[in-house]
């Protein structure tokens, strides 16, 4: 039984304006194993963020289904009850973008610990692990104590990157995490994933710089532009 299977997976919008629904994508299928990473490619405004909202139901899908093998038994997340939802993100699905919007007065190394924490892990042991995270991922010593909510875009990334990827998931979805990373970052993001990969964590991705892991890329889905309403598609 594959990990994640989705079948005519259908996404539309209301443009309330416009008074009409907008097709983003239609009856989707594909399948994921455990170690599997899929690339989700196609020009800019076909849906390929919407479609990984669509899995981590930050959107509701407009139909089909997307039955996730989870510890707890078979679960589709296209409908799913919000609190199970809420319960595979915290313990199995996990969502990678390129933006941190950091909580105040919280610093670099407490955002990183909590998903450990949450997960049951004592404190002091969480505190090296994110210290570990952090230097692999580059952000200076000095800042590990400072409050993300004044660092740099990229800087912020590092963070990001490092609290997302601490608590292996077993589907993770990375939507454009390398968009404001430098080279060097995103060679540590992409041994990352391979470690991850190796563990038998199934990725679906959406990347910037998709030649940085070309070499972990497993099969691809490409979106395309449905032909009605081209000017109109939501990403």
Not at 113 to 126: Q, R, T
Request: proline residues 5%; aromatic residues 6%; negative net charge.
């Amino acid at each position: 039984m594959p990990l994640l299977q989705v079948e005519s997976l259908t996404k539309r919008f209301y443009i309330d304006h416009l008074q009409r629904e907008i097709e983003v994508f239609a009856s989707l299928t594909f399948t994921l194993e455990s170690g599997q990473f899929i690339l989700i490619g196609g020009p800019n405004g076909v849906g390929k963020s919407s479609l990984l909202r669509c899995l981590y139901r930050t959107y509701i899908p407009t139909s089909g289904r997307a039955l996730f093998t989870s510890t707890q038994g078979e679960i589709d997340l296209a409908h799913a009850a919000d609190v199970d939802i809420a319960l595979l993100r915290r313990e199995e699905l996990g969502f990678v973008t390129q933006f941190l919007r950091p909580r105040p007065r919280v610093s670099a190394l407490e955002l990183v610990a909590e998903p450990l924490v949450d997960g049951g892990m004592m404190w002091d042991e969480a505190i090296e692990q994110a210290k570990g995270m952090l230097s692999s991922f580059g952000l200076k010593h000095e800042l590990w104590s400072a409050y993300p909510t004044t660092f740099s875009g990229g800087e912020q990334q590092k963070v990001n990157l490092a609290r997302a990827l601490i608590a292996p998931r077993r589907l993770l979805l990375l939507d454009e995490p390398t968009a404001s990373l430098d080279a060097n970052t995103r060679q540590s993001l992409q041994t990352r994933l391979a470690e991850l990969k190796m563990q038998g964590v199934a990725m679906i991705g959406v990347f910037h710089h998709p030649e940085d892991i070309h070499h972990l890329i497993d099969d691809e889905i490409r979106l395309t532009v449905p032909q009605k309403d081209i000017e109109h598609v939501v990403d």
